[in-house]
């Protein structure tokens, strides 16, 4: 009896169908009434009927979608899909993490194999920047009109492919190629990520589970710190003696965690909200059914019982109608057509990014994700830079400076660096199987000589006379000698390959132990983010974990030690991270379900130039000047605070 009156009330209120139904269009109640008589309680209604304080009865079609899904979202629950999805979307966000982090790793072991100078390390690490800021425009406009899942498919598919083949490349031309179109790929995967996961997310769980997901990104960092120190310092000699490098391995190994995602995604759903977006209501409802069963799954009496939500009026789109006016009877027209549909609209949509609606919003997220990008990507290179540069000095302090030396009639087979000799006078000497690291010879003089089978990085001879030497298997190349006379000295089976010398006087253990104790000094980070998120609201997180990530950038002044600049990047990576954290969510928040990945993607791009911007001045400064990278690293993180605090909180709000 109490059910029977219950969906009477129900039907009379439009919360039910005659059918018994759920529907979540919002009842309109009459706001003036008549003098009748209620058939089942014998009230006499002669007031108007108000409308409940929870009822807006003026809503917008947009708005009366968001709160109609995010009803049906909390009927399907919160479970094991998610939860599946969320390990899905997560490895891919790692391959995101390992993405910044493999170039990096593998130059000490690469850059003798690809012979790379500095200025083409330069590039190589720009390259990756470069390749990600294409992938995020792109695929976040793709996204937003082809869907979340196959876009993100592509873009992960293109990560891996091209990884992949870069582990094999021998040239590095080929390898930038490679590694480009690698950036290309896994650029896109943050945007879109965040936006399909978002989706799947009811208002109250969607801050929490969006922190927690952040946390592949600092798994892949450990993954890919972890594996660079297991592999490259460890396995390089065993390895390159059987014609594989460890880089090689390394680049390989790191490709796991996108090719995990691209298998896992296979079996996921498109975004319901989504498909609700491009008017494919009965896919959406059928896809919010599946999660509904998977998350009840213990509990088969419970049926989902929402069979439609009211969408708005479609929008009129002229794009969707070019190819049917243009003249397709070629193939190339129809290519043309195809290519014109859909960039048409994505330069649309990301126009429509700085007109009135979202112009603020845009230029409030554009500076607080350039200010962020500019403080933490240029300080987690400067860090192990300033710990290698650090060594250097001190190997140079060590030098052993050695002045008018006589050595004649003798044999050299053991290895001997670090060394300077000046005025000194070689006789008779025979330098055999060895290795020279980082020795000078300035004004010395080398007669009736020979080197054999020597192998020598930062030799170099100044102001020096040679005569009758014989040169036999050596790397000493032309560079080597510096205003120095050679005669009737001769070069035989000069090495062949890279001619560049390779600075081996730093640990390249230090590059791996910094990038792996800091990534995983996040944790906490991400830990108090998530739980908090939704207490504290993304707004007051975003702003006092940059304004406190400003004020920790000045504990650089103290930085004299490696010990001390780790404890420093800990120390900055764990605050920062909850900065990124928030600013993720609240992106992903402040638009439109069909602007959403666009916007994600566009800000995320122009973000990589305060990176790269970033990379370039602090490189400059290292050992030269710690004020300028504290002051304005502090100044501009200090500067998007300030911004961010501008920007509206998303705390329990639905998703439009």
Known sequence: MENDEFSRKSEKLGLVDREGNRSYTQPQPELDGELKKDPEKDIDTTKPIKAPKDVVPDLSPTTQLAQDYENALQEAGFGRYQWTLFAALGMGLAADGVEIFVVGFVLPSAERDLCLSDQRKGW??????????????????????????????????????????????????????????????????????????????????RGEHLSWLCLFWMAGGVYASGFAWAIIPHAGWALSMSGIHSWRIYVFVCSIPCLLSFISLFFMHESPRFLLEVNQ????????????????????????????????????????????????????????????????????????????????????????????????FGLIVWFPEMIKHIQIQRYLGETDQLYDQSVSNVNVTKDFQNRAYYNSNFTNVCFDSLNIKHVTFSNCFFTNCSFNKVSSSELFFKDSRISNTVFNYTDFFDYKFISTVLDNSFFYNLRKGCRLDFAENYSAYWMYFVAFVGTLAVLPGNI?????????????????????????????????????????????????????????????????????????????????????????????????????????????????????????????????
């Open 124 to 205: 190589l690490g720009g390259i990756i920047f470069l390749g990600m800021m294409f992938g995020a425009i792109i695929w976040g406009s793709v996204s937003d009109k082809l869907g979340r899942k196959i876009t993100l498919l592509i873009a992960l598919g293109t990560n891996a492919l091209f990884a992949l083949i870069s582990a094999f490349s021998t040239g590095y031309a080929f390898f930038m190629f490679c590694r480009f179109f690698s950036g290309i790929g896994i650029g896109g995967s943050i945007p879109i990520i965040f936006a399909y996961y978002s989706e799947f997310l009811p208002t109250n769980k």
């Open 528 to 656: 108090f983010s998530a739980l908090m998120m939704d207490r504290i609201g993304r707004l007051y997180m975003l702003v006092g974990s940059m304004a406190i990530s400003a004020v920790s950038v000045f504990f650089i002044w103290v930085g004299n030690s490696e010990s001390n600049i780790v404890g420093m990047s800990c120390l900055f990576n764990g605050v920062t991270i909850m900065a990124w954290n928030s600013l993720d969510v609240i992106t992903t928040e402040l638009y439109p379900t069909g602007k959403r990945s666009t916007a994600f993607g566009l800000l995320n791009a122009v973000s990589r130039i305060g990176a790269v911007i970033a990379n370039v001045l602090f490189g400059q400064m290292i050992g030269i000047n710690k004020a300028v990278p504290i002051l304005l690293t502090a100044a501009i993180l200090g500067s998007g605070a300030v911004a961010a605090w501008r920007l509206p909180d998303t705390k329990n709000v639905a998703l439009t």
């Open 281 to 376: 209501h009965d896919e959406a409802i059928k896809i919010l059914k599946k999660v509904h069963d998977v998350n009840h799954r213990f509990q088969e009496e419970l049926v989902y019982q929402v069979t439609k939500i009211d969408l708005p009026p479609p929008k009129n789109d002229e794009s969707t109608f070019v190819e049917i006016t243009e003249d397709t009877t070629t193939s190339a027209g129809r290519w043309f057509v195809r290519v014109k549909t859909f960039i048409v609209p994505a330069l649309k949509n990301n126009i429509a990014l700085f007109k009135k609606d979202f112009r603020r919003t845009t230029l409030l997220l554009l500076a607080v994700w350039i200010s962020l990008a500019f403080g933490y």
